[in-house]
């Protein structure tokens, strides 16, 4: 996956960089900045941080990782926040561009960041996420680097003011789990495969359920009239003969039916791009339930097409999944920027898209 926000200790991410929020003078700060010096080897850390010296805000420099579970850690001095109004956001928005292309010049192809100067420094967390966001995601369209956001309190994050709150109601409306697990026995899980629940009862309603379901989910299966002459029943043959449109078949359609190429699909979607070819190639290859998400987001589909998409794999959205409600509010109030979309299903504790 090209990008993704974790919750972990920074000092633990195994990447070929990791980026520390430093002081500014060579010598050892609190918080975050303490931990990276402590976990590397103090010693070691502070003796290659004095042959940099001292540091302006927005600038990144590289010493080795030592004990760290990573080969280089890229030092960047963020800024202190006043009110907004002294160049804040500007000096943040160079301490990640600078980072990232100092880790594509020394060749890796990995980099952690931790939300920088949001600790002691006191820069507005939902700020610095849309930054974080903003230039990553710049630097994603002409990159292959992967990239993590290491945040430590999930709960702090939002990426837009009301948003949350909006998203939090929508669920409470239509979030069905509870009722479901008395239903059907189970739920599905987040983003979860499961193409349909399974009620309890006796055998001939559990079969008269599935078939009446498939038929509701599958576009090649239309629900019979339940009133007037009743239609003779298709032979497997039949069935077998007019599956429809395959899943890869339709998602090359969507593409070439928005003129997309395949690299703004695969990073649009927030996928690698030896995956994307895999669906491109194998007709046969079905990708998980949210990297089908992913692509229809990337495709801008709406609600429709979107099940509709994920119909011609098997699958489908259910309001028994707090995943799927964030994925369809979304959805339904336009919001097609993968960063944002899985910024809001990690604040809600839910599996980002890939």
């Known amino acids: 996956m090209p990008f993704r926000i974790i919750r972990n200790d920074i000092t633990k991410v195994r990447a070929d960089a990791v980026v520390n929020s430093a002081n500014p003078d060579p010598e050892v700060g609190t918080g975050a900045d303490s931990a990276v010096y402590e976990a590397a080897g103090k010693d070691l850390m502070l003796a290659e941080r004095k042959k940099i010296g001292a540091m302006k805000p927005g600038e990144a420099a590289v010493t080795p990782a030592f004990h760290l579970p990573a080969k280089y850690v890229i030092h960047t001095v963020g800024p202190v926040w006043i009110d907004g109004k002294h160049g804040e956001f500007d000096v943040l928005r160079s301490c990640y561009r600078k980072s990232l292309l100092l880790a594509e010049h020394l060749g890796c192809g990995s980099i952690a960041f931790p939300l920088i100067a949001t600790g002691n420094y006191g820069f507005p967390k939902d700020k610095a996420l849309d930054i974080a966001l903003a230039v990553i995601r710049d630097h994603l369209e002409y990159s292959e ?79 019979p009239a339940r009133f007037g002459k009743k ?42 791009r030896k995956l994307f070819s895999k669906i491109r190639c194998s007709e046969d290859y079905i990708p998980k339930k949210k990297t089908i998400v992913a692509l229809a987001i990337a495709l801008r589909l709406n609600l429709d097409d979107t099940r509709d998409l994920l119909a011609s794999a098997g699958l489908l959205l259910t309001n028994n999944s707090k995943s799927d409600l964030i994925v369809i509010f979304c959805l339904e109030n336009g919001i097609y920027d993968i960063y944002e979309v899985n910024a809001l299903l990690f604040k809600f504790g839910e599996p980002v898209l890939c």
Do not use: C
């Open 145 to 223: 680097l992967n990239v993590t956001l290491v945040v430590f309190d999930r709960s702090a994050y939002q990426t837009a003011s009301g948003l949350t709150e909006q998203i939090e109601e929508f669920i409470d409306e239509n979030y069905v789990g509870s009722q479901t697990e008395v239903e059907y026995g189970s739920q599905a899980g987040p983003l979860s495969d499961h193409v349909l629940p399974r009620r309890r009862g006796n055998r001939r309603e559990e079969a008269v359920l599935r078939e009446e379901s498939f038929r509701d989910s599958s576009p090649a299966f239309p629900r």
């Open 231 to 272: 239609k003779e029943k298709a032979s497997l043959e039949d069935i077998v003969n007019n599956l429809g449109e395959s899943f890869q078949k339709r998602l090359l359609r969507m593409i070439d039916e928005r003129g997309m190429t395949d690299p703004e699909v695969y990073k649009r979607a927030n996928l690698d």
